[in-house]
């Protein structure tokens, strides 16, 4: 079984394949940074999801959760409601594509499942998703080589914005794995 997950925000959408041993068929991402017009957004999203679907046999979709609740300082709701629509369009897009309902994972149900465990950003000083690309760059992702971007208040490297997306989009897709295993454990 292959299992297709996207991390989904109107800037970068994380891509991930995982067949059911954990291997990475495919982990990318789709920049729409420069797409300005919410539509063109869709337009390439399609278009490139098209493009997996040709290239990979997909069994099931998962796809993060948007977020229900605001963040303090950091999500309005104009944001809240073209993320929850954005992420509406490219879920019917991937049903259209593959035939099949995805599956919504929210980011906290997944890195619990994952082993991932977060500390309050005033604690340690670090975002969730960051946290996160630490935690499996560090683990089941430590073969990979990240690209770097150097940061622009001083000498120091970090990896490219998408880097966290693409990760994020692996923990959707590792989560899903584990929910099937334990419906399966639970069963027999």
């Known amino acids: 079984m292959n299992v297709f997950a996207l991390d ?3 800037s970068i959408i994380g ?3 995982l067949d059911n041993k ?3 068929l495919l982990l990318d991402h789709i920049d729409l940074k420069k797409e300005k017009n919410f539509w063109k957004k869709c337009d390439k999203a399609r278009i490139e999801i098209v493009k997996i679907s040709k290239k990979y046999k997909i069994d099931a979709i998962a796809i993060e959760e948007s977020l229900s609740k605001f963040s303090r300082g950091k ?3 104009g944001t809240l409601i073209l993320l929850a629509r954005f992420n509406a369009v490219i879920s019917y897009i991937c049903r259209e594509i593959f035939n099949f309902d995805p599956i919504y994972i929210g980011a906290s149900d997944a890195r619990r499942l994952c ?3 977060i500390q309050q950003t005033q604690k340690c000083g670090k975002t969730a998703k960051e946290q996160t690309f630490e935690h499996m760059s560090a683990n089941d992702l430590q073969h990979i080589k990240w690209p770097l971007k150097k940061t622009s208040t001083n000498s ?3 990896p490219k914005d998408f880097c966290f997306d693409r ?9 899903y794995l584990i929910q099937c295993s334990n419906k399966i454990k639970k069963s027999s």
């Open 115 to 117: 082993g991932i465990k």
């Open 15 to 17: 891509l991930c394949i």
């Open 75 to 77: 999500s309005s709701a």
């Open 8 to 10: 989904v925000s109107t």
């Open 167 to 175: 990760v994020d989009a692996f923990v959707i897709a590792s989560a």
């Open 156 to 158: 120091n490297f970090r």
């Open 22 to 24: 954990k291997n990475i």
